[in-house]
């Protein structure tokens, strides 16, 4: 199978199974979306969204978050991973949107990389959940995911990995494809002990068949130097 041929048949898998993958982050607003991918860094979805509630309410919108300091951000958000990073991250980060950009979240990755806390990944969740922009963001499960399943090829960096996807994943879907990839890489092929005995993809996975050889009862049995490959 060559990998456009791979690409290819992940395409349909998902457009057939998963047409409506999206962001797992609860939100109502560009705003609302930006502080929570923020406060998702290495930290999960489940756990953002059961922070953000009480957030919102005491911040409605940039302004008020910008007016706010860092001991009454710093409570509302204390389990969440690196908090005291995190409050001042969002604390410069909307004191720039407020100063800079009129209280309006910007919409290009050029724009907001500028911002304290975002970096290119949280840059393309932005742009392409709210404005279907065709940009790959790369984290730990779709850099894992596109290498086992042959996607992308020796890869070394998330820049990398973005790179060779958007070159095959047609345009249109590039948006919806990064939501294809994570949650496939959460639920399915996890890091350590993938799920491939209930894995749709494995007649295109380049990982299953160098690790099971085709024989499905091999698949729970994977060590973790393996998995992590």
């Not at 991918?37 to 999960?44: E, F, P």
Request: hydrophobic share 35%; net charge positive; charged share 20%.
């Amino acid at each position: 199978m060559t990998r456009k041929d791979r690409f290819r048949y992940v395409i349909d898998f998902f457009k057939e199974h998963a047409p409506d993958a999206d962001t797992e982050l609860i939100f109502d607003t560009p705003y609302q979306l930006l502080v929570s991918v923020i406060l998702s860094a290495q930290c999960t979805d489940k756990r953002v969204n059961v922070t953000t509630p009480a957030l919102f309410t005491h911040y409605p919108s940039v302004y008020e978050l910008a007016t706010t300091s860092y001991d009454e951000l710093f409570p509302l958000i204390r389990s969440i991973s690196y908090p005291g990073n995190k409050t001042r991250h969002l604390l410069g980060m909307a004191k720039i949107i407020v100063e800079k950009f009129n209280g309006q979240i910007p919409l290009t990755v050029d724009e907001l990389v500028t911002l304290p806390g975002v970096g290119r990944k949280t840059a393309n969740v932005i742009t392409s959940v709210i404005d279907k922009q065709p940009n790959m963001a790369v984290d730990t499960h779709v850099f894992r995911v596109a290498a086992r399943l042959g996607l992308t090829y020796q890869a070394k960096t998330p820049l990398s990995a973005e790179q060779q996807l958007i070159r095959y994943i047609p345009k249109e879907l590039i948006h919806k494809a990064h939501h294809w990839l994570i949650l496939h890489g959460r639920y399915v092929c996890v890091a350590r002990t993938p799920r491939c005995h209930v894995c749709g993809l494995r007649k295109a996975c380049k990982y299953y068949r160098r690790f099971t050889h085709g024989n499905e009862t091999q698949e729970g049995n994977l060590t973790g130097r393996e998995a992590n490959i």
